[in-house]
């Protein structure tokens, strides 16, 4: 009940505003706007509803609206990247834990306790520390920041999603119909495939987009202590490369703060949705 | 019995904490380059040599650690190095000594803050459930739960700050400058940590809330006359709040990685400060007692959490059979 009512209005927002980021992270290229990393210098710091510049430009002359667009394919990118091979390695780890419990569930175990234990963004930070530029004399030596963005978010997403596909698969193996694969002489490996797995993805799905969403926030926090992508790439670093005008124009931090945001509701909604979606079929089950 | 369980958690806690500094250690060695030369830049070959002693760069990777333990353990969190001072070196726990306190008060104010937001507004809207005032609210709650904290602070530096000139947007007031300056500079901060939390904390307990309001007991208890308010406070609340106490307990630590970043936007120079300014000029030492800090204080917090737990609702012990 509460989930026919809810599932209209939020769904179809949130829905629509992911639609329209992720078609601008795929043909954000052949919108009619200025490439995101050209200055134009004719047109420094204009407001919001200039001609040419609908959401303004920055103080390097950069145009919001295209830095928005060029983010998002970034912002997006680092966070479905991080989040699919987080999921598939975390997922893998999980499920093995969850079945063949003894001591391969002690070593799995332990190492999402361990890797749980350090805050996400600082382990990001030194992560991003480490491996991006190490030498300050060469700046060019080292990863693409990117990459290293990616893999230690990556890193960060193997252990929630690990924890929850085996406390999954856990509730799954103890199942009557688990039981009689097994009495019927099954073989572990096709239980696992056929019964197991598929019963796990949905709640790992519905932690997947609250994950995105985590990405999404811990890249824009990485970006404001300067440990982001490229000035003005994502939406991260262009918050963090115009946050010393939000007194003068405010509107060139605030719209990266507001792509963000209603990003990270959004996903939070459809992981929020999926999950109630599983308990009703659950209920039902 | 007792002391079996608690030799058992001290053992995990131990172990978790040398594998997640040995990692550490094994990160910050891994650094290509030469330390000494991001360091001490300018530093004669004769310098670069008794640094290099100095921070036991010449052992191998086990002996390191194995030293580095045992200051540690001893409360010497090894020194931070200015490339441009003489290079001894600031003691890192006097530099703990100014950032710490900072970063203290502002997660006891944003606990206390959202914690007193949170319970009367989790109460009422449970009481309220399914009304058209509790979907309003919860709707809004679902939304503001899923703002980043650094949105908020921006917002919040945008509206009071800049627009309205309420409140001062960089820098912090110590209570011996004056108690009012010194609310002043931590609203902002605390605000931005504080209102996902009275969201997230409100929501859990409304829903714990609505199932504890089904039992017999509150039956009971209303039908003997008592007031609405009597049961959700003294009756209803306490077997609620199990969820919301370890919610508190668990987002205590993750507060220092949101705390790093509201520090970073309202410039505070705490505890989060000190690690990002740390990581950014290679201090190696530094970083490993500073993470080392953090990886305690979180756990910690989960071991409060697991207490918490039986003493909140002693009938969460007997049914988890600990």
Known sequence: MALSRRAPVGLVLSSAWLGICLISAIFGDFFPIPEWNAYDYENVGVPLFSPGHLLGTDFDGTDILAGIVHGARTSLGIAVTAVVVGSLIGGALGVVAAYRRGWVDSVITMYFNVALSIPTLVLTLVMVAIFSSPNLDDPSAGMPRELVIVISLTLVIIPILGRIARSSALTWTGRDFVLVAESIGMTRRSILWTHIVPNVLPSMMSVG???????????????????????????????????????ILPSTTIIPVIAIALTVMALNYFGDYVRLRIDDRESRI | MRLRVALKILARFATVLVIVTFAITVLVRLLPGDPISILFPFATEEDRIRYRGELGLNDNLVIYYLNWLGSFITGDFGSYYSSTGDGSGVPVSDMLGVALPRTMLLMGYVIVTSLVFAIPLGLYLAYRAETRVDRWISNALFALASLPNFAVGLGLAFLLGVQLNWLPVLGYVPIADGLGEHIKSMTMPTLSLSLGLIATFSRLLRVDTIATLKEDFVTMASSKGLSNAWILWRHVFRPSSSTVMTSAALNMAALIGGAVIIESVFALNGFGMLLTVSIATRQYLAIQSLIALVAIAYMVFNLIVDLLYAVVDPRVASHRGT
């Open chain 1, 209 to 247: 987009f609250l994950a995105a969403g985590v990405v999404i926030v811990v890249e824009g926090g990485l970006a404001i202590l300067g440990a982001g992508t490229d000035p003005g790439a994502s939406w991260g670093s262009m918050l963090a490369k115009n946050r010393q005008d939000l007194s």
